[in-house]
């Protein structure tokens, strides 16, 4: 059966393929030439140490003459082991302890995460375990008792080397962003913490991940973050970069105090679209691009342009080092070491819907999953083409049980589900903005380019129906209705939906050349969104609260700091650009070919 379906998938992206080169000559005609930066950086001088010699000479140099000398390697969940112990191993050490060996056996690991790993195959609970409950007492007993016998140089390397031996003489980290670890699931590359599992799937490696292995992984680079010596980014394979802490630190100081964007990833999906090609200049060859994720820092990389090298790093380094500064005192207090507002794109656009779909209330995913908030979201449209759609809320007076039945026969049977006998259907236009709080059904139709502004948990997403298709791999994508009928709130009817979760604007202010506008979010949503549409200057300030943005409309703005505290920042048209929290004061007028001509933005903040 399953290669049944893997031929008609290969036909099927055939035909896409075609059909996308068809669309693409026609939105050249109506789109504008791509200015998107895909690879935005933090520019400051220092030195970027590029590729094995340069690194290992520098080690070297760091040891110098001493001759006992104890060098950690800690390492974040994703690096390529062989690789990184191959080179270490040409410092010829006296001793290598890999922290792997002093483990528990992976099935007494696989044992302890079970119940966080759980047998559902998307959906885990949130792990309360650090690195000590990997390590085997006896064994790393025994390795502390023996690490000081040595004379000449020891080398620690591996996950929880930093833990295992705390006291050093040089301690470098080699980190990693999740989007390339992600990468690397797909390509079966590696292994969870502990476990041999390479040859899972993406999203059961994922589900380990989110659940387990990097919140193992976050604590114990908090508590080590300002400690490491050493900063090595292993992102391509055979060509590291490392820099010293104080560049690294400098560096994030720096981002933290003016505005910033991270570096989008963008992914294919059955029902993508053609739009992000042109808008965001994207290899033509693929035949869609769904997905663009360009504000989620705990997915995202943050580059650093040191002295004209990139070094990346996860963006959540910044996120745990510069907490308040860039949250924010109040969301700091709220949402801990969190980034609370996710931007991201869907682009429908010349391909399929969305699946249907809901998100958990707060107490179910509180008391299901361990995670203290949920994924309420919304739709903003920043383009859309012709007869462009949005499912959204049920119809007035549904018979839950009816519906449930039909979604359940649908998933066993592969008869079509109803759609529109049970959801309602609207019509979308080019920036609607649609309130999708929690509970309530939605789904992109096709024709919608959407930048879904949302809360940060960005898992928790039950499939209802996904229109009989398979995934881009060849096989079923797994729906959840069992969950999503747990959550659905059946009283999000037309008539409500109409009258509380569409476009639901008011002006709230004005001023010579500029308009602003409160576009949302639900009452039930902590996220505040404002749309200003202007030709002039417009003043903004933070309020004590992170703020991200998107260029809804314009070419090219620029954003700058009426006290001169940061340079001028020049943002283009669909890029998302955050503001800390600490900025206070900033201004955005449109620059560039846009001066003179109305320019849009979106601004979402944590209200409290």
């Known amino acids: 059966m399953y290669k049944q379906i893997r031929t008609k998938v290969s036909i099927i992206l055939k035909i896409s393929k075609y059909l996308c080169l068809k669309f693409k ?42 001759r006992s000398y104890i060098l950690v390697v800690e390492c974040y969940h994703g690096v390529h082991h062989a690789e990184i112990i191959q080179q270490l191993q040409t410092l010829r050490p006296d001793v290598f302890t890999d922290t792997r060996t002093l483990f528990k056996t992976p099935a007494e690991i696989a044992t302890m995460t079970a119940p966080f790993v759980t047998d559902d195959p998307l959906f885990g609970y949130r792990a309360p ?10 064994k790393t007993d025994d390795f502390r008792k023996k690490l000081n016998d040595n004379p000449g140089l020891t080398i620690v390397y591996g996950h929880g080397a930093a833990a295992v031996c705390p006291s050093c003489d040089l301690l470098v980290y080699a980190d990693m962003a999740r989007w390339e670890i992600q990468q690397r699931f797909r390509r079966k590359e590696i292994n969870g913490l502990g476990v041999e599992n390479k040859e899972d799937a ?28 050493y900063w090595l980014d292993t992102h391509q394979a055979e060509q590291p970069a490392l820099i010293t802490r104080d560049t690294f630190l400098t560096g994030l100081r720096r981002t933290v105090r003016r505005p910033f964007r991270v570096v989008p990833f963008f992914d294919p999906a059955p029902w993508g679209g053609q739009w992000m090609k042109k808008i ?43 907490t308040k500064k860039l949250l924010g005192g109040p969301v700091e207090a709220r949402f801990g070491q969190d980034f609370p507002i996710r931007f991201d794109f869907l682009d429908t656009m010349g391909g399929g819907n969305l699946s249907l779909q809901v998100h958990p209330t707060t107490q179910y995913i509180r008391e299901k999953f361990g995670i203290y908030y949920t994924q309420d979201e919304s739709y903003y449209l920043l383009d859309t083409g012709k007869d462009a759609t949005v499912y959204l809320g049920l119809k007035n007076s549904p018979d839950p049980d009816e519906m449930i039945a039909a979604l359940n026969e649908s998933q066993s049977t592969g008869k079509p589900f109803d759609v529109e006998k049970y959801v309602n259907k609207w019509a979308a236009q080019k920036h609607d903005h649609y309130l999708i709080p929690a509970g309530t059904i939605h789904c992109s139709g096709s024709e919608a380019m959407v930048l879904e502004i949302s809360a940060t948990p960005s898992l928790f997403t039950f ?40 476009n639901k604007v008011t002006q709230v202010a004005q001023g010579d050349g500029w308009t602003e506008e409160r576009t949302g979010l639900h009452e039930n949503e902590f996220i505040e969104t404002r749309r200003h549409w ?70 979402a903040y944590v209200r409290y």
């Open 280 to 322: 965001c200049d994207l290899d033509n060859e693929t035949p869609n691009y769904g997905w663009c994720f360009d504000c989620v820092p705990e997915e995202n990389s943050l580059y650093l342009n040191v002295s004209g090298h990139l070094f990346e790093m996860p963006a959540n380094n910044l996120v745990f080092y510069q």
């Open 25 to 66: 000559i026609i939105l050249t005609d109506t789109m504008r030439k791509s200015n998107y930066d895909k690879k935005p950086a933090t520019v400051i001088e220092g030195e970027c140490l590029i590729g094995w010699p340069a690194v290992l000479e520098q080690l070297k140099k760091e040891r110098g003459s001493k």
């Open 129 to 138: 375990l650090t690195y000590q409950d990997f390590f085997d007492k006896e």
């Open 463 to 502: 499939k209802l129906w996904d229109w009989g298709r398979p995934g881009l791999d060849g096989l079923p994508r797994p729906v959840n209705i069992k969950h999503g009928a747990s959550v659905i709130d059946w009283e999000r009817q037309t008539d409500y939906v109409r009258e509380n979760l569409i």
């Open 202 to 229: 993406p999203s059961a490696h994922y589900k380990r991940g989110y659940f387990v292995d990097w919140i193992v992984c976050d604590t114990l680079k908090k508590e080590t973050l300002t400690k490491v010596d």
């Open 534 to 603: 202007f030709t002039q200057k417009v003043v903004h300030n933070t309020g004590d609260s992170v703020n991200v943005l998107n260029v809804i409309e314009g070419d090219e703005l620029i954003v700058e700091s009426p006290e001169g505290t940061f340079e001028p920042f020049v943002v283009h048209y669909a890029e998302t650009f955050i503001i800390p929290a600490c900025i206070g004061n900033y201004t955005i007028r449109p620059h560039g070919i846009s001066e003179g001509k109305k320019c849009g933005t979106i601004k």
